[in-house]
């Protein structure tokens, strides 16, 4: 039905190119060493959106452009300190901690209370104010250490960290404390956003290792425990930022839009190299694959870089904004934003009256993909085009082995280093595989 | 056909209680850091076995025993140097070379000879005498990076390695130096086995980084080479080691038996932390997580940690020649010998008159662990358990994610902080699920 051996031989071409040319290991290291870490606002950011618009002015798409968004402005401050104060096991005791994204600091003297443990968001509600109001609201509810895929387990603790000091706030208490989004045992903490606060009763919010975090639960059991926080995050005055997009116009469907994207913002504390910078250098990879076997899409192709995904998701937004307002149709958009590890496959999702007929024509294609270790499951795809759901397209997420992911995100260690050349470069040559079977073939 | 319900309950909890009880991690750690490397012969390989026995001893074994098997015994001596001498464009320039393993020495002055650069063992042959008598013979032929399994790669390169050093020695040649065996560019020699001279004209063999390849080459390019190379390599006299083997005898076919094995044996350079401390404790591993789910085996389970993979397989022939002897039946044998990386599957292979029906049996099983990422494929399964195809059985190798095998294989970065406590624990668990799988309803 299709031409199978053409087809085949094009996507080992494009794995071969990736392997011996590719280019975005090198673009990753310039991201992550000359730019740095790159929250939405700060001035690494800046310098990644002007960077990246002149990298992609050289890789031959027909325009190139900035689409501006508003985005918030968060700004850590100095490093967030944590002790275990007076206890009566062990003395004074520094806990490694870090102010969670979007939230406010302690002031300068910092806060000593009572810690409660809690592991969950309904146990704050059932201890009400007579039991909150005054302490420090420790979360410390695990990640599941037995799913399979990581992000799973993710997804079943993260609300800790993105509502807990909105609920413990209302109940009176003076700051929280998160145990880091990890199944390690170790003594980094994992910053992340919070909520931002909606009614003015924003209190401090902080993540603690999970080497911490075990300490202050054995602690608990043995008696009373008083932590003392200091965190310095301010919320500034929003700025103006930008996706950076760039596009070729279709030879033959130019109405229908094929996407790929990850962000180009970062948290703080890293290189922001696994989350998003793979994805990043593997949305700018698939164009120049493209060029290197002779490839020219059918369909409108449209690489972008999208803006304050870690807190806000102003760049999707404004992306899917004005992209409905144009009435324009994405046939498939495709984000990377699960790290540059192996790649397992994809996940899709989609509007219920098309998917399963797009999906269909997606698992006809499997016995060209799986010679690459790639499969399919239905479900997620990404953040920052989940709001592109509407046009009746397929939504796609890229799904490499998930295993390592939560040792490094929204920590210091997520840097170059901790990418792997070739499982950067499987990935691209994955995207690139499955998005030129889209473009030649469409979906429908 | 099978109690699917049971088995993927009885499979889930092998998962689960691996990722939360499983103990290899922790062994791994002992076999890394207390007693180190483990070369055939060496002290650190006679701890290794004392040791392992001890921890086997407490794993609930019917029998533990110590099988005797004759290894070589080779030196390294102090550490190898290579340099560029005088050379028209570089002057004189260190080179970051290793001895390769049952190389004789170049004696304490070292070798100075110019290098002629060979890409095959057919081009030393067609050079002759007249081109290489008096050279340093440089094998440059590069892993192929475009092969997805990194150890076909491997099994592309190798036999500069493994036989180079015969060939260049028949023809006078003074010396070899080997490109190291991995796609990464890197400044890390590896080291790894040639096969020992059988004829008395054994000449140094040394293996130099990839960087080290690459700059050779491009000064080759240029004009003449000249490299001094100094290597201690001595090969002593044989020694005793032993394999170390644990025992249940199976309750309902005691004479079908199940064995999983890995290597006791390393080089020398680093910690053996994947190659092949993973497969021993993905081995040592398996009888526990049966005992936490209440299997009991009904096919005879041996869990056997073979010496001497890595330089001589001395430990597998004793192996082999005493099972053949006693007319045993291995219905199956599973060796894990690719690393703690994030399971893909496994490679099956066995004697041709009864594959077919093994594999097909395999085959149905698949449901069951395709949630766990797990796949099957023919071909391949360890040197160690080579040598049993003959009784009819089927040989399976575990085949984990193979991406970033040879960035640590035989160097100095193989060691326990580069395996992932996650990615190993699945391994074992898939192993574990597998054999279940196998003793429970046999294969035939």
Redesign the interface.
């Known amino acids: 039905m299709y031409g199978q051996n053409e087809d085949a031989f094009a996507i080992r071409e494009i794995?071969?190119k990736a392997?011996?040319e590719g280019d975005c290991y090198e673009w990753l290291h310039h991201l992550c060493k000359d730019i740095g870490p790159r929250l939405a606002g700060s001035p690494g950011a800046e310098a990644a959106v002007f960077s990246m618009k002149r990298l992609m002015d050289t890789l031959g798409f027909d325009t190139v452009y900035l689409q501006p968004c508003t985005v918030p402005r968060w700004d850590r401050g100095a490093p967030a300190s944590g002790r275990i104060v007076n206890n009566a096991v062990v003395g004074t005791e520094n806990l490694d901690v870090t102010a969670l994204g979007n939230s406010v600091g302690t002031g300068p003297e910092g806060i000593t209370a009572p810690i409660i443990e809690v592991f969950s968001l309904q146990e704050v509600e059932q201890l009400g104010r007579d039991g909150v109001a005054g302490k420090i609201v420790f979360f410390n509810r695990p990640m599941d250490?037995?799913q399979?895929q990581?992000f799973r387990a993710y997804g079943g603790a993260v609300d800790q960290r993105g509502s807990g000091h909105v609920i413990a706030a209302k109940f009176g208490a003076r700051a929280t404390l998160v145990r880091s989004m990890t199944?390690?045992l170790d003594d980094i903490p994992h910053t992340g956003a919070v909520a931002p606060s909606e009614d003015g009763f924003a209190i401090p919010a902080l993540s603690v290792s999970t080497n911490g975090a075990e300490k202050l639960s054995r602690l608990l059991r043995q008696g009373e425990v008083r932590v003392h926080l200091q965190s310095n995050g301010r919320n500034l005055p929003p700025v103006q930022s930008f996706n950076v997009i760039g596009e070729v116009r279709g030879s033959e469907f130019p109405d229908e839009i094929v996407l790929v994207g990850g962000h180009l913002d970062s948290w703080d504390v890293g290189e922001g190299a696994h989350d998003d910078g793979a994805g990043i250098v593997h949305s700018l990879q698939v164009l120049p694959l493209w060029q290197k076997i002779g490839h020219k899409p059918k369909r409108t192709f449209r690489c972008v870089l999208f803006m304050n995904e870690e807190n806000g998701l102003a760049g999707g937004r404004a992306y899917w904004a004005a992209s409905n307002e144009n009435k324009e149709f994405h046939l498939a958009a495709l984000e990377s934003d699960s790290g540059g590890f192996?790649p397992?496959g994809f996940s899709a999702t989609g509007r219920e009256d098309v998917f399963t007929d797009d999906y269909r024509k997606i698992n006809e294609w499997l016995p060209l993909l799986e010679?690459?270790?790639l499969g399919f499951t239905s479900g997620g795809s990404g953040a920052d085009i989940s709001g592109l759901k509407s046009q009746g397209g397929l939504l796609i997420g890229f799904r490499p082995?998930s295993?390592?992911y939560f040792?490094f995100h929204h920590t210091k260690t997520d840097v170059f280093e901790n990418v792997?050349?070739?499982?950067l470069e499987?990935g691209a040559a994955s995207i690139t595989s499955l998005l030129y079977l889209i473009d030649k073939y469409g979906l429908r």
């Not at 792997?420 to 499982?423: C, F, I, M, S, V």
């Open positions: 794995y071969d392997l011996t250490p037995t399979i990581t199944t390690s192996t397992r010679p690459y270790g082995d295993q390592r040792d792997n050349k070739r499982e499987l």
